[in-house]
């Protein structure tokens, strides 16, 4: 019986053991379809297969970026097959991005539990000079922000990004606020003012039409009591 009895607390302790550390907690699959991501030096953008197992395709638009004595502007776009694996919902990608392999990009990620969102972070090396950072609260589809109910302040990407004339902004409120939404050119110049006034708790979109405004990065602030958060969106003619 004693033995039985130590067996049982056995199993049970190294059942708790495997849960503590990660074993048994189940991960959906990253949703198929393009993620899209802006970072310092403009924008990536990640394609997931089908079944969520691979990322086949990764664009990088570099918006007159500067990272020691070289400037980066245009659109590099990779592809390969079967793709870079997606393994327990995390993956790595190194890139050459030009034929020498003097300019390199790495980009880590891993997906959340529900599959539909994801973080991470890149860096990349230019003939010596290197540069990083982060990129997080990403979702696969603007339906992911929508469907959820607000339980803390969030700014979404506006989409699509890059656009043309016309985009689309999208934040949750998780209680009642006085909100500023504007727009600023890179420098910091004030372009325009798309809410100045008092919301309810809930989901809320905001079309923006850059009609008349040259192509470049612009950024987008909201300020909602004490939460603010700025973000960048890229206007391509």
Request: glycine share 10%; hydrophobic share 35%.
């Amino acid at each position: 019986m004693n033995t039985l009895k130590m067996m049982s607390w056995t199993i049970s302790v190294t059942i708790i053991v495997l849960l503590l550390n990660g074993y048994g907690v189940t991960h959906a699959q990253p949703k198929s379809g393009d993620w899209t991501v802006t970072t310092d030096f403009g924008q990536l953008v990640l394609t997931v297969n089908s079944d969520g197992t691979y990322i086949t395709k990764i664009g990088y638009t570099f918006s007159s970026w500067t990272i020691g004595s070289v400037t980066r502007s245009g659109t590099v776009t990779i592809s390969t097959s079967p793709g870079w694996s997606i393994t327990d919902n995390k993956f790595t990608i190194n890139n050459n991005l030009d034929p020498w392999g003097d300019q390199k990009m790495t980009i880590n990620g891993e997906f959340n539990q529900t599959g539909d969102g994801a973080s991470g972070t890149w860096s990349a090396n230019f003939y010596g000079t290197t540069a990083s950072g982060t990129w997080e609260a990403i979702y696969s589809a603007v339906e992911d922000l929508l469907t959820k109910k607000p339980v803390q302040f969030e700014l979404a990407q506006n989409t699509p990004n890059p656009f043309n004339s016309s985009t689309t902004i999208r934040f949750r409120l998780p209680k009642s606020s006085f909100i500023i939404l504007k727009i600023y050119d890179f420098l910091g110049k004030e372009i325009e003012t798309l809410l100045n006034g008092q919301r309810q708790a809930g989901l809320y979109k905001v079309n923006w039409n850059a009609k008349g405004l040259p192509s470049g990065i612009y950024l987008y602030r909201i300020q909602a009591g004490e939460f603010a958060e700025t973000k960048k969106l890229i206007l391509q003619r």
